[in-house]
């Protein structure tokens, strides 16, 4: 079993509709979630980085971080075809070592 | 402009041939890191430094050899050891040791002739 569990879609949704991304995890010990958004042949860009439980907010981005259920999201409000890219979480118990999910591609259609 | 700066974009590697993936960056960050992205299987960690003059290994470090002789630069050699080296490889810096986000570069594509 994988440490990180991430669905890998692909997932396509309509413009404007709200996107729900999600990744299990088995390591109790994370306590630091990350996001990041990957487009096809460039890096991974860090959208939202939260420690421990709870929610937080960035302009149409939310992300949530449940640790008794093991369980984060991202969610997207307001869906732009721009925002069509690979998702990837990722976390880490406090030190460098980061453990990431195999992504989500994600398209958004006009 | 501050960034990672990976180099080349595209490299081919020749059977029982040494290539090495230039990773640059003007952050002023102490931590460096490398990563392989294979289709499917997400980014596993390769080597990472703390520190100049320091590093560790990864994952998946067989194959692969690292060097940090300056702070912002963190040089990745395949070796012919690495059997199977397509794939996408990242490089990431952050500020710090523990519990700092980390920042990407744009990658090098590696592909076998």
């Known amino acids: 079993q994988k440490e990180v569990e991430q669905d890998p879609g692909p997932l396509s949704v309509p413009e404007g509709a709200i996107v729900s991304l999600n990744c299990t995890y088995s390591?109790?010990?994370?306590?630091?979630f990350m996001w990041y958004r990957q487009y096809s042949r460039k890096g991974p860009e860090l959208l939202m980085y939260t420690y421990s439980s709870g929610n937080k907010e960035d302009g149409r981005f939310t992300a949530q971080v449940d640790k008794s259920s093991k369980y984060i999201s991202l969610f997207i409000r307001d869906s732009q075809p721009s925002d069509s890219a690979t998702y990837l979480c990722?976390?880490?118990?406090?030190?460098?070592?980061?453990?990431f999910g195999q992504g989500t591609r994600l398209t958004i259609n006009p | 402009d501050g960034g990672i700066t990976q180099s080349p974009k595209y490299l081919f590697r020749k059977e029982g041939q040494n290539v090495t993936l230039s990773c640059e960056q003007n952050l002023n960050h102490d931590a460096m890191y490398w990563y392989r992205q294979d289709p499917g299987q997400g980014l596993r960690l390769i080597y990472y430094?703390?520190?100049?003059?320091?590093?560790q290994k990864g994952d998946i470090a067989e194959g692969y050899s690292v060097s940090r002789e300056k702070k912002e630069s963190f040089p990745l050699t395949v070796t012919s050891a690495q059997k199977n080296p397509t794939a996408f490889y990242l490089c990431?810096?952050?500020?710090?040791?523990?519990?700092?986000?980390?920042?990407f570069g744009d990658g090098t594509r590696l592909s076998i002739l």
């Open positions: 430094s703390q520190i100049v003059n320091d590093f």
């Open positions: 390591n109790s010990a994370f306590q630091y």
């Open positions: 990431a810096s952050s500020i710090s040791a523990a519990n700092q986000p980390q920042h």
């Open positions: 990722a976390m880490s118990e406090g030190a460098q070592k980061l453990v």
